[in-house]
Structure formats: structure tokens, C-alpha cells
């Protein structure tokens, strides 16, 4: 860590500085420069980290070395994580698709739409049993009942599910029931939920904050890790743009921005991020040829009678050529997973 | 609300689309143009906005002529609500000044203080227990212990105190504890939390989420008014903004704005909207001037010793002089709520 | 268009409205609703709108059923636009590889870069005379020298040039030796630049501003086929974020957004939009694959001694590389041009 | 400005980093520390900045230690910039009124606004020749004509003014006309132009741009200060936002931010900022209380009969009330201008 000193710091502030800093256990090492005093610091940065020295008087500027994220990133870890999600494997080359409804409605209805993926192409079921909605007055979902029909639909298709998580009170019912926790954009920062994730060891999808820098959101993922969770998975998924014609802006760079400074995988989430069925596929190939392990795509038989999200909801016929387009993708791909 | 229709929609489709409406109960009305079929729809609109008329073929456009969020709003109520924390009113012209440190450190600490700003003007007592933290390694608070500090130093100061809740299960020990109980900006889309403070009744300040509308907010408050609960305060902390100089950016624009939207009282926290003490003043002065219901104000003895945010506290005797201002500008601003 | 009137509108605000809305030579049709008043408004639509609706006592709302941008949508012409640029077209399945550096700095450091960019798959080249810089401390281009060496090095590799204009001042000299006049982001609102170029007839590269939603770029393109000139491209290349990780958002929402109300090409620019060279080349197989019309790459043989933006600029090897990826791509799309 | 260095760079791209430092006449202090090497850069920083140090390999960061935008800042100027516009000074504790209306559509109706401007309270009157607007079928300003109306009728009220220069080619029927030369927000970038109105030496006013940081803005002024021009004023008057609400963010940290970094004066466009008259006054009051140097605000006597922006024109006896209003809270601010 660096300390950049005001040139003119009184004897009195400078001996607070330097107290602080070696009551936190660090060494001091100085260099003058015209602009002002520079102090090189070294030792336990993360108890120092604890003390606010941007407010002692003198202190003009603080520049940090190394990146606050340890367990996420590179220098923790120098494979790419695989996270084993039943059967389905997801990073390290393993590319996931993950197809299904918003929310489970019905028994029928679900394993309508998973029979139409798994055919499709998918690996992966989602569908959403505690749904997260802006309004009090929308269709909030199953709740338990949702989770026992993904379960039973999950099976009867031999696909792996994955369901979102959104009270630490539901973490027993979640885990039993589901073979993936997906953390919501609105629970990125929902810390309580993420450490009981975290303990439960479970397959985690974490998505990101609509507000989330991408330093946020490896953060977000340390907490899980922090926890001795390694298998987390993170979800690009739009972050709040400024545009009313989008429901997000997908943040495409995030992808290989993640790649560059983490073990983690990646995947897209583009029908979140749009809102609009036209742009889903584009935009799934996009996230694909831009090096993601995964997507994750909103699918209905009959988006006209969905209860949530029906304008994003994909029809299984256009899933089936999305994943056919994805397969020659991946291909053209090869084996690059580092780019 | 209004579904405007593709003049040339096949009878087919036109049947579909009129068959869901009537289906949830509603009238149609039909007026020709030149761009398009009109139809007007009256009846039971919260049950027709269940079905997704967005998807159906030959749908283009569909306007709705009502607000989301029916409780909060004038139509609703035509007086200000007023909300009590123990002896301190917000709202309709009663003005709070909410003062005190990030988080609860210390009983001593504490209590030094809380006098500091009982004595410079305020009228409630901030002090986080349980602290959202975007590291896993920052300090995250006392927990339950910080609670209890809080509660015996309100008591011994006189002042209502206010404190953070981030997860349903501390339900029982905040509302023990606490006068009123703070939704941060991360929960303000943690449904199951609003569900659960809407229960119980208690006050509640309710932040505005990091990247919400002004209407997701509002439908924010809906969550817990929708309780039963009418006690919610809201309170404007700065929206995710570009430029790297400042933690956020406050948007003043919504105290006249909600002033024009909702009965609620509005109130605006300069402390986390800059991140630096030496803004805090002049846009505590704004807010105030703008017409909000009260301020938040971070405050700290010596915030070089600060476990959070120290960057952003004011010293007690800074505290003391934004009060004098507060206080004349309130004289300036007289009896004028509803600007 | 709809005008919805307060249902209890007085009769001296209502005849306002309507004398207002017939002296602009339109109709009114009238249709009542709970929730107010419903005005179907036909006529001569364009004369009506520089009437200002909105502040007429009594009006609560209007919806325009028409697009604002006419001749850059699908309803004015029902084919692609090609743009042609010298001998490489652009659009309707003509895919552009433009590569070069920022600026021109020398003629034979262009040179230099012209053939590699040529050898590795380049049709167009690039190079700013007239630099835009932030700080008025930095390299601000060659001007007019600029622009002669850049003809001559197109000349010499065959390939058409594209250069950035940044006042109208400059049109005849921009014109006489370059084959594709560039508006840059910073210009995009510049709406005399705009007209001058729209006279010229010259093809024109037209980037989108940085906080410019997709109707304000589709108006301001509209700026220049007003003046008849039909040869706009246009070109994300991406938009105010908040991660201070990179410079920029790449939006590729943009690409399908445009692809569905414009006939107009659209290309990426993915070396502004990141700002760092390692996240260019994932980036420009993902505007491929999302379907975007060609890719603006910069390209620099010796980074380290590049005047402007070196942090983003691609070597030689490694845009062969991409240009050999893109061909691939290109293959999967097939003949996708309206995805 | 520090350089830091991986620790394990190559002793042939040291050299290179050296050489490079060294051949911009700068001199390098050396530092280990166990996170990297840390050079201290002295010399001539300005030159060095042209290279491009970041490329190199071997290099981790660059951290600058000194502000980019020299003569703005308070090291430049102890004193606070007082720039005078006719009669009227902007700065150093005197405040600015400026109202008129967002166009000149015609003697009469401007000559009828400015008198009731000037019997409110302003000091200043506005009127835009040259309009820039967001399509090409609006309403573009009289042009010329506008101005000379604009000068005529500045003359018979006394009221100095000022209006929008777009175009470079403009500048000396701008200068003859008016008292201070406006810099829209679409232009904040446009740097011929800023470069021409610093030829000038007239007074400017610089809005900011609406995807611009505070730094950018500066740097902005920086182009019109480094061709000898003083006088130039700051206005907020918006960034860009994602509320469909409003039409942009008004960002009144902005105002504090300014007065610490720079000592050119700083006013607030709320009119601009919100697009809702309603929301005018309580932003206005809140830019005073937080320490502006004056207010833009559009005034109309036929808000109904204007032919741009008319949804966010006050009625003169609001503009009355409000310049009452500020009148007291200036009473309240005192002397205070640097706060």
C-alpha cells in the first residue's frame, strides 16, 4: 500500500500516521518526491485496512497493490474453476445452457417447457418457485410447491435444476430441493443470504447487481468463497442503463474483464438483460463468442399465458436453432477458455 | 388502460386478445386511427395486468392510465402522513434531524457521541449493529450487542434510535430494540424483509435502492404499507453515478418529486450520498431547502478511529453548525410542505 | 396520437385544447373512461407537435402511436441500406473490417500499419487528423497534413480511408481526401456538423454519443438523410458506465435494437468502448455474432509509442488473428442479416 | 507520479521503462516494496504524460500525483474568479439571476418576458438564437434574427444577455450581440468551439456535459482558460439519469465538488435538469443553499404558446416568488462562499 503524504504535514499529524500504521503490525519505508512524502507500506494490509487513514489530517491519497478480492481471483488460484452441478459441468471449457420458464406455474407446464429445452439442447433447468417482483401486487410464485415440482420435473428429465434463493429462512427447503442456488440482482448485496449459501456448500449462481461494478461483485463472490464454498458460478445479466427501450444494459465486457482477473465462471443471462425475446439470441451468441461458459435463457411453450416476464420468454422452436447456432459457435470457438 | 392494436390484426388474433380481456373481467371500448385500433379497457386492471396482452400477436402498444403504487400515493390519502418515532414526528412539517455514528462501536464511544448531537440539535439517534459491508473482511458491526448499546444510550440521551435490519430472522431483536428499524439501500429490493418490518408495524426508514426508479421505490413502500404498516419514512441516499469522485449521486430532484407522487414523508442522507465529509453540509442545506421532511447526518468524535465510513463523518462541532443553519433555513422555508 | 384529458377538465380548458389541436389542421376523436378523457388525434401530425400539449390545463398525458425518426425506419424503405466506400461496401450482408491507428503521427508510420491491417483482413482503413482530446494538454493530431498523408497511404494499399471531422470549417478539406467522413461521440449532438455532412452526400461513420439512448442516435442520423444524403453508417461504440474498470460500456443491445427500426447499417467499435486491448478482440467476435454490419478495430505496430489511446490499441499479429476468427464467424452467421 | 512495476520485470523492458522516463527529461527515485517496484517520477511531468507508459510491459500502474486541469484549480488562483457580464458579476459572493425564456420567438413575447424577469429579480436574461434539438423537425431558433431581437431588447430592460453559440462560424455575430456566450451541454466536448470562445476573451458559460465528470468538465473550461480567456462560468445543469421521470439527474454535489477544486464560479440549471416546472423552485432554493453562485431559469409568459422545452417554463409570478425566496436564503448563506 501507498501513503501519499502532503509535503507540508505538521510533525504532530505525521506521528499520528506513523502510529497507526505500526500499531497495525506494518513497516514504513519513505520516499520524498516534489509532489509529496511517500510512504511504502508493508505487513498485515489487511488489518491496516481496517483503520481509516484517508481522513488523518496529511494524508493526501491511499493507492492499493493488490486487489481486495483474494480468494476469487488468479494469484488464489491458477485453474479455472469447473463447478459440477449434478451431471452438468459449467467453466474449464464445459459450457452451460440453461433453458426454462421465469417461474413454475404448473406441474404440466413445466415439464412441458423441460421436455422442449432438453431437446432443445439444454443441460440445465431453471425456474423460479420464490419470485422477487418489483410490485407487491405480481404473482410472487409457488414458494414450496414450486420447488417440489422442479424437483420432480428435474428428474423425470434427467436435467439438473437451478431456482433462486431469496430468504436465508428458506435455505433448508432450497437445498433438498434444488441442485443450484441462484442469487437474484436484487440479493447481490443481501450479505446474510450469501454467507448462508456460502455454508451450505451447494452450487451457487451468483448474479450480478444491477449497480455492481465488477469488484463488487467478486467481492459478492467472496463472500461465499469466504465461507469454503468454491463452487460459485457468476451471471452477467444486465447492469441499469439509461435507455427506456431496454430493460437492462448487458455489460458484455464483463466477460472477458472476469476471465481476466478471476478463476471463476462466467455465463449470460441476456433475456433479463433485454427484456425482449427478438434480442435474446443475438445477444446469447454474442455472449458465447465472446468467451462465456454458459447462458441462460427464459424459454415458455405460451408466453401468452406466462405470469412473469412473458415479453423475454423465448418459444422452444426458437431455443432449438439458438442452441444449434451456439454448438457451430462453439466449435468455431475451439478450445479457448482464457482468452 | 389503453392496448392499441396493428390495424391489420387477423381476426384470429383479434379474438385471442379480446377473449383474455373479457376473460379477467373487463369492458372494451373501440376506436379507430389511422395508426392503429384503440381499445379502452375498464374493470378489475389489477387482475388484467396478470396477463401478458404484450406478447399476444397484433398487440403494439398497451398504456396504462393508473399508478403502480396505489397506498402510497395522494389518491390514496390526501393528508401528509405523519409518522411518530417514540417523542420525534416526521412529516408534515415536523423536521428530523437524525444524527449519530456509522456503526456502534462502543458504549463510551457511543454515548460521547450521542451527546454531541442531542446537544448540537438532533432529534434521533443513528448506529448500525448489523453493517452491510461490500468486503467480507470490513468490519460488519456488534450485532445484538450493538442493539443493546444502542437502546440503553438512547435512553440515557433521550433520543429515539434508528438502526439498520439486513435479515428477517433479527426481526424479533430489532423491533425490541430500536424506535425505528432502516431498510438500506441494498434491501430496498429484499422483498421478504419488507414483508416482514411491514408486519411488524414498527417505523421504518426506507433508502432508496442504489439504481431504482423513483416508482420502483415507491413500490418499495407499497411492500410494507400493503402490511398494514402506514409508518415508512423514505429516505433519498444518492443513486449509482459515473464519476469516480464521488460515492454517489444524490438526487434532490426526488424530494419534490415524491412530494408530488406519495403522502409519505421524504427525507435525504448527504453522508452516503458524497462519501465526503466536507459535501455533507452544503447538500444537507439543499435537501432542506428542496423541502425534504429531515436529514441523516453521519457523525463521529474522532472519526480517525472510525471502523466505517470515516471518510464521510462530520465532527460534533460541524454537526452543530449545520444545525443553526438547518434551523434558519427552516424559519425561510416556514410552514411550506407541499411545494 | 392520444391526447387523455383530466376527466373533469373545465369546458374553457377543454374548447383550449381542441382549438389548439384543430388550428394545427387535425382531428379529434373522443372517447370516455373511467380513467379520463381519451382524445384520437389524425391529422397533420409533425405541425401538431410544435405545439406544446403538454402544459395545457387539464392534459395528463400523451402517447405517440408514430416513431420521431422517419427515414431512418423500416417504414420509409423496406431494404437494407449498402453504403459503398470507395470499393468496399457496407450493410445488407457486406461485412467492413476498418483497422488503423487513432491518429496519423507519420507517413510512414501509417504506412507501416496500412499493410499490416490490409495483409490481415482489413477493408477500410482508419486514422484521426483531428484529434478530440479531453485535456487541451494532449496530442491533438495533424490536422490538414494528417489527412493528406492518410490519402496517400490509402492510395498506396488500395484501401478507402475513414477520418474523423470535428468542425464544419473543415468540410472541404475532410472531403477532397477522405472516402468516409466520421462524426465522433463527442460530436453526435453537434447539429451543424451534422447538416454539413448531410450536404456533402459524403458517406458518413456516425458514432453514437455516450449518453445518447437509441432514438436520440437514430435522430441525430436523421439530421443528415434530411439533407438527402442516404450513406449513414452507424457505430456503437459504447456508453457511459459506472465501473471505472473501463472506459466505457459496449452496448450490444444496439446492434439487434437497430437491426429492428433502422434500415441503416451498424458496426462496433470495441477498442473506444473498453479502452484496453485484451478485451477488444472477444469483444469483436461478439458484435459478429450479435450481427452487427463490421467492426472499427485500432490498430498500432508500436503501442508504446502511440500519441493517443496506445492502452487500446491491437499489434498486427493479433489483429490477423481476429480478422481469421471474424471470417469464421462470419461463416456460422450464413447469410443472417435481419437476425 | 509513481510507476509501479512488477516485481519480476524483464531487464530489457526495465530499460525500456527507463529509457522512455528518462528521455522526457524526467528523473526516476527507486523503491522496493514486496508488492512491486515503485518508481518516483519527477520532471517534466507534462511531456511524459504524452508516452504511453501503460504498454510497456513490466508496468502494474500508473498513479498520478497532480490534478490534469492546471489553471482552474486554486493552485493556479487564490482568489475566487468574479466574472462580470455587462453589469452583472458572477462569483466571489455576488449571485446570479438568470431567467428568459428557453427560445426568442418573437420581440413582443421577449420583450413582455423581460420585463417581467427584471421586475422579478434577474439580473441576467437568456434567450437561445441558434437551438440545438434533439430532432431535425423541431423548432430551431430564429438564428440571427434572434439575436438581434435578444441585444434590442437586453438594451431597453438593462438587463445583460446571453445565448447559445453552436457553431464556430457564428462566433463574431455572437460576440457583437451578446454579453456572454453560452456553451451547451452537447457542446461541453465540441472543442473547436471551445477553443474559439477562448479566442473571444468574451464572458462564457459552460454547462456541463451530460455523460461528463466533474474532471472532464474541468478540462472543458481548461480549453477555453489556456487561450487567455478568464472568464468563464460553471453550470450543473444535469447529468444523465435513468428515470423516465426525469429528464436528466441534477447532480448538486456538483457545487460543493466544484468550490473545492476550482475557483471559477458555479450556478445550477434546474429548469434543464428536471423538464418540469413543477420541480423548479425547490431545486433552485436547494442550488442556493448549497452554494451556488447564481440560478438559469426559463421563464414564459404563454408556457402554452412556447415553441420549445415549454413543460419546464415557470409563469413570471412563480419566478417572482421564487426570486423572493432565494433573496432569504442568500440572508441566511451570509458572506459564505467557500464553504
Known amino acids: 500500500m501507498l501513503v501519499i503524504l502532503d509535503p507540508h504535514v505538521s510533525p504532530a499529524h505525521r506521528s499520528a500516521i506513523d502510529e497507526a500504521i505500526r500499531g497495525a503490525g506494518c513497516t514504513i519505508a519513505e520516499t520524498p518526491s516534489r509532489r509529496g512524502l511517500l510512504l511504502v507500506i508493508d505487513g498485515d494490509l489487511d488489518r491496516l485496512r481496517q483503520i481509516p487513514l484517508g481522513v488523518f489530517p496529511g494524508v493526501r491519497k491511499i493507492v492499493s497493490l493488490s486487489k481486495p478480492y483474494a480468494l476469487s481471483s488468479w494469484e488464489h488460484q491458477a485453474e479455472p474453476t469447473v463447478v459440477n452441478v449434478g451431471t452438468t459441468r459449467i467453466g474449464g471449457g464445459h459450457f452451460a445452457i440453461i433453458g426454462g420458464p421465469c417461474a413454475v406455474e404448473s406441474r404440466s407446464g413445466l415439464l412441458e417447457i423441460a421436455r422442449a429445452v432438453k ?49 436465508p429462512r428458506h435455505i433448508e427447503a432450497c437445498i433438498s430441493n434444488v441442485d443450484m442456488l441462484q442469487i437474484g ?3 447481490m448485496s443481501n450479505f446474510d443470504l450469501l454467507v448462508e449459501v456460502g455454508k451450505s456448500g451447494h452450487p451457487v449462481l451468483l448474479k450480478r447487481g444491477r449497480s455492481a461494478t465488477i469488484a463488487d461483485w467478486l467481492l459478492a463472490a467472496e463472500y461465499i468463497l469466504a465461507q469454503g464454498n468454491p463452487n460459485v458460478v457468476l451471471c452477467e445479466r444486465g447492469i441499469r442503463g439509461f435507455d427506456p427501450l431496454l430493460r437492462n444494459t448487458l455489460d458484455l465486457a464483463a466477460i472477458p474483464a472476469i476471465r481476466g482477473l478471476s478463476h471463476l465462471p462466467v455465463i449470460a443471462d441476456p433475456s433479463h438483460a433485454t427484456g425482449r425475446a427478438a434480442y435474446v439470441a443475438p445477444l446469447a451468441r454474442a455472449a ?17 399465458r406466462a405470469q412473469s416476464d412473458a415479453e423475454q420468454a423465448m418459444r422452444p422452436a426458437e431455443f432449438r436453432d439458438l442452441c444449434e447456432d451456439l454448438r457451430l459457435l462453439l466449435q468455431v470457438r475451439g478450445g479457448v477458455t482464457r482468452s
Not at 126 to 140: E, H, I, V
Open 288 to 304: 458465447c463468442a465472446a468467451g462465456s461458459d454458459g447462458v441462460m435463457i427464459e424459454v415458455h411453450s405460451h408466453p401468452e
Open 119 to 167: 431437446e432443445g439442447g439444454a443441460n440445465l433447468l431453471r425456474g423460479g418457485a420464490y419470485k422477487p417482483r418489483t410490485s407487491p401486487y405480481s404473482f410472487r410464485g409457488l414458494g414450496l410447491e414450486g420447488l417440489l415440482i422442479l424437483r420432480d420435473v428435474g428428474q423425470q428429465t434427467g436435467l439438473p435444476v437451478v431456482s433462486e434463493i431469496t430468504d
Open 185 to 187: 440482482t436484487r440479493n
